[in-house]
DNA sequence: GTCTGCATGTAAGTCGTTACATGATTAG
DNA sequence: CTAATCATGTAACGACTTACATGCAGAC
């Protein structure tokens, strides 16, 4: 069984909203797809390379004073039917995250419950942090709706964040209340 | 900015837990870390031999007739320390995972509703196993407490899966929902 | 004056998977 | 007779990141 790479599609599927440089693209990933996805230019610029190569896309070289020529890439015809190809497919696999929070946890038996509980809070605060941006990009969205087929699609993906992130957040609530029970538990026998 | 290699942690950890062999590492990964950490054989391996080389563990070779000796790894005092050091760091960063489903997500005006919708569908049923797959782990972990310190931790971050995969559920339903309403409304506005 | 934004790109290195090789035993 | 389980390991490849190189413009 080969691995598909969906990096080449992310790109393919970004040229279509309006970015066509490489740094716009990044900037794109960076602030809209920031809870799914991430790439660096080290991927973006050999990939756009190679979809010209490909006969998906075209670059259109424009001179620049001062800074280095601004390169617009559009998606030809092939390109889009390449795009629309891969998004009929099936998807392959529900994917797996490393966890460090939770391989730490996993192994905490060897470590201090003060310490342990330390490393909840943390993370709580982290997604809550993550929660209140997936918020304001998603008021962001709706209040300037610049491509409305677009904009409810991009709205569903904050809403998957922002459940999951919900959830994990309780989560993280209830498993700092039981360690901290079974602390108290442990105080009183003890004594 | 270094990036940590938490791999070796987690080998570090489960050697712990009284799997000795890297086979035996392999299987409990596989089944009980399965939902936030992954790990193949091309990676244990050549870690173990690491570790050894560090000073961390030591190995006993068991001839086996018929198999390959059996090599049986055991942490050294360094290597308990080692692993209480790294517990005790903070974590750096929430992880990303990549989510093809929510990259398709992303780009799907350019699909039919129909489609995203089938996705969608798909999702949820791969969700849904995933959610019965934790909930007999649990139900394993707490009817055969083999060792009832790690247990707890072990259920912990089972929990931290079953909650955010019904989150998720949730979602994919509201979604599908949401997609349906869109699809109506535009049907009659037609007619 | 220094930092951020714009804008491109490459090379080296890390991390990880997949495919291969070996081979006995046991269950279906 | 075939598949799975036990059990080890390596080589090649792929994906991705980080660090580097370049350089102007405008804000503070």
Partial sequence: MKKMNHTKYAILGILTTGCNTGYAIK?????????????????????????????????QVIPQEGKPDRKEYYLTTTGKLELQKWLQQPISEIPVEKNELLLKLFFSSHQSNASTIQHLEHYRDKLSESYNTYKEIEKMITSYPSNENDAQFW?????????????????????????????????????
């Fill in 155 to 191: 709205i569903f993906t904050l809403d998957y964040g922002i459940r999951t992130t919900l959830a994990a957040i309780e989560w993280c609530d209830a498993t700092i209340q039981e360690i901290q029970n079974k602390e108290d538990l442990n105080g009183q026998t003890d004594i």
């Fill in 27 to 59: 900037q794109l990933i960076d602030q809209s797809l920031n809870h799914f996805w991430k790439i660096s230019y080290g991927q973006i610029y050999p990939t756009l390379k190679k979809l010209v190569a490909d006969g998906l896309a075209t670059v």
